[in-house]
């Protein structure tokens, strides 16, 4: 190995030196002023290696990781707020729905919607009850409808608002041959569709149609409804 | 098995002072190389999981911090003064004469041009071989002991011509 060969190796390497490159062991052997050489050279390798090696920010370590919890605390954050706007948006859809189903109406008609009405309230009014509304107090209730009775159309039992299908409506309950006599006044919507008739097995009914609102009555087989459509029709009188 | 967090902090403990070394030196500016080790580090945790052998863990993270430092020529780069970067190194330690040789050998190191120094650095500081150097810049080995030939040879000049005073030279 000559000289030039020698120096370029220990100045690429210094290590070298230590690696058992025998070659390069056997020069440094040989030669007193190649081994002097390779010392001076790894002398000068060792004050490199001091120069190199500046001081390190103490709190550089803490920063690092500092920076590194608060970036995946980071990440975590948006993922809760995915989640978050996903749970809202399934509980948005489910209110809606629930919504859809509570107050969309499951009957199509008025004759439909007034008969389960009935039967659902049938326990509560008995024909020979001795409650009685007077036909001022009817009055009274029938203005919401912009409506007026003249004069009684029987013995009235029991009348006040209740909801027809989520409308305001007047329920009124009058005593029938047999079986009470129910009377609805429900303002005109286009949700249901009139029927002028209707009947199940018990009961029918008919629908009066006036000008702001619809007139239904209902009664068992042995009632005249006809009696009935006719007194009412010629008994009210609506003020506008 | 170790979790995620753990395995980062023990990799910051363990690497974070070769790899500020390595960015100072890339770079000669002490802000500027704590900002590339953050950057670097908050990669390599985003990553961490791609590492597969911990003990290639220092290359791989020399790997991200060169391309952390090649993306800031990428970007406006702002000249932050008009001093020459060699003579902002550190010069608070004047307290004994290794210093003043440690400061000196220091400047000298930073007039290197980066393709010398940077794998000198390597080669002192991280203890890699010729090959590893190599593959990390890409690089062919004959290359890489030819640059680092050149920098000691020019280090050595440099320390034969040293002056043996350090600062203003006043009558």
């Not at chain 1, 060792?46 to 550089?60: M, T």
């Not at chain 1, 326990?123 to 003249?150: C, E, H, P, W």
Request: charged content about 25%; hydrophobic content about 40%.
């Amino acid at each position: 190995m000559d000289d030039l060969q020698f120096r370029r190796a220990i100045l690429a390497d210094p290590k070298s030196t230590e690696t058992d490159n025998a070659e390069l062991l056997a020069a440094l052997l040989e030669d007193p002023a190649k081994k002097q050489f390779a010392q001076e050279i790894n002398l000068l390798d060792e004050k490199i290696k001091q120069a190199l090696n500046i001081p390190v920010p103490d709190n550089l370590c803490d920063k690092l990781i500092l920076r590194q919890t608060l970036a995946s605390h980071q990440v975590q954050k948006r993922k809760t707020r995915v989640h978050l706007a996903l749970a809202a948006s399934v509980a948005i859809l489910g209110g809606l729905l629930f919504n859809f189903m509570q107050f969309s109406s499951a009957y199509t008609s008025l004759g439909d919607y007034a008969l389960a009405h009935v039967y659902h309230e049938e326990t509560y009014f008995a024909n020979n009850s001795k409650d009685r509304v007077t036909l001022t107090s009817l009055n009274q209730k029938m203005a919401a409808f912009d409506g007026n009775f003249n004069e009684s159309l029987g013995k009235l039992l029991f009348a006040d608002y209740c909801r027809f299908d989520g409308m305001k409506s007047l329920h009124l309950v009058f005593q029938g041959k047999t079986s009470p006599v129910t009377v609805f006044v429900v303002p005109k919507n286009d949700q249901l569709n009139f029927t002028a008739k209707f009947d199940d097995n018990n009961l029918y009914g008919e629908s009066l149609g006036f000008k702001h609102a619809n007139v239904i009555i209902v009664g068992d087989k042995n009632e005249s409804l006809e009696q009935w459509q006719q007194n009412i029709s010629s008994n009210i009188a609506w003020t506008i | 098995m170790m979790t995620k967090q753990v395995r980062y902090e023990a990799l910051v403990k363990a690497l974070h002072g070769d790899l500020y070394r390595y960015a100072y030196w890339l770079c000669h500016e002490k802000q500027v190389a704590e900002d590339l080790v953050q950057e670097t580090f908050l990669r390599a945790w985003r990553a961490l999981d791609s590492l597969k052998d911990e003990k290639a863990a220092k290359s791989w993270l020399i790997t991200i911090l060169r391309r952390e430092n090649a993306r800031r020529f990428e970007r406006k780069r702002f000249e932050m003064s008009e001093y020459e970067e060699a003579t902002i190194t550190d010069t608070k330690a004047i307290s004994n004469e290794q210093n003043i040789e440690n400061d000196w050998l220091r400047e000298k190191i930073a007039q290197l041009p980066p393709e010398y120094s940077e794998p000198l650095v390597l080669q002192v500081l991280g203890g890699f071989s010729g090959d590893d150097i190599a593959n990390m810049l890409n690089l062919n080995k004959n290359t890489v002991m030819t640059r680092l030939f050149r920098a000691r040879n020019q280090l050595k000049d440099a320390l034969a011509a040293e002056p043996k005073t350090k600062g203003v030279y006043n009558g």
